[in-house]
């Protein structure tokens, strides 16, 4: 976290020393779902390798009802303008990503626009979850674009280079407590060390308890109990025992 930020408040990225793309976690219950986006998953890529135009969208079809999600890549080869002095500057050209599920209407899932200027092979990755199972139908095309009348060259042509499968590792991992996270591999020179702060069960301890000053054992006129982040085992098969008992049938 930066430097003054409140670890006890609310936690906005802004408060954050590095960013990430995505993070999410379980706490370890019995049914706990699987991490729907970070999780691993089996992929196929598909080459397409088709130039991309306003007037007539490029589409692709996935039937495989297995598949979860698919991520599409975009070629950019250059993206220039040269004026008719010479002048080199940067272009722009809008994509727009749609998907239509058992021949229902096409929805706009991505939007983008790719600007800047290079002379070198660019590519554009975009990750599409699907909120159902396919067939869907995938279709790419181009909308706006840097007009090409006032310059001598306008390098903006775009290609849709592959899109790939992908099938997510569903395990769940009950009764285990983890934590997954994308981050931009640009911001460390290698897989950054992760540590986690555990608080686990608040469980309830005598509070009244009184020592035996012959033989050490713990005396009580009643039992009071107080919640605190413990790790005495005892006191943990207590909370299970006592409070936990209508869920014992799922711990395994």
């Given at each position: 976290m930066r430097a003054g930020a409140d670890?006890?408040?609310t936690i906005s990225r802004?408060?954050?020393?590095?960013?990430?793309?995505?993070?999410?976690?379980?706490?370890?219950?019995?049914?706990?779902?699987?991490?729907?986006?970070?999780?691993?998953?089996?992929?196929?890529?598909?080459?397409?390798?088709?130039?991309?135009?306003?007037?007539?969208?490029?589409?692709?079809?996935?039937?495989?009802?297995?598949?979860?999600?698919?991520?599409?890549?975009?070629?950019?080869?250059?993206?220039?303008?040269?004026?008719?002095?010479?002048?080199?500057?940067?272009?722009?050209?809008?994509?727009?990503i749609q998907a239509s599920f058992n021949g229902g209407a096409?929805?706009?899932?991505?939007?983008?626009?790719?600007?800047g200027r290079t002379a070198d092979l660019y590519q554009r990755r975009y990750r599409i979850d699907f909120n159902q199972p396919p067939p869907v139908d995938i279709r790419v095309y181009i909308g706006n674009k840097r007009p090409s009348g006032d310059v001598a060259v306008n390098a903006n042509t775009v290609y849709w280079a592959s899109?790939?499968?992908?099938?997510?590792d569903k395990t769940r991992y009950p009764n285990s407590a983890l934590v997954g996270m994308v981050l931009d591999a640009e911001q460390f020179s290698s897989i950054p060390t992760r540590s986690y702060h555990i608080r686990g069960i608040k469980v309830q301890i005598p509070s009244n308890a009184t020592v035996d000053n012959?033989?050490?054992?713990?005396?009580?006129?009643?039992?009071?109990?107080?919640?605190?982040?413990?790790?005495?085992?005892?006191?943990?098969?207590?909370?299970?025992?006592?409070?936990?008992?209508?869920?014992?049938?799922?711990?395994h």
């Open positions: 670890p006890a408040g802004s408060d954050l020393n590095f960013s990430y793309q995505a993070i999410d976690f379980r706490t370890g219950t019995q049914n706990q779902a699987y991490l729907y986006e970070i999780g691993t998953s089996t992929q196929s890529e598909n080459s397409v390798n088709v130039e991309l135009s306003q007037d007539t969208p490029v589409v692709r079809s996935i039937t495989n009802t297995d598949v979860d999600g698919v991520r599409i890549t975009l070629s950019v080869p250059q993206l220039y303008v040269q004026n008719f002095n010479g002048d080199i500057q940067g272009s722009w050209v809008e994509i727009y096409w929805t706009t899932v991505k939007f983008d626009t790719i600007g899109y790939t499968e992908l099938i997510y012959d033989n050490g054992r713990l005396l009580y006129s009643y039992l009071s109990f107080s919640l605190s982040w413990k790790s005495i085992l005892l006191f943990l098969g207590y909370i299970l025992l006592s409070v936990l008992d209508s869920d014992l049938a799922y711990i």
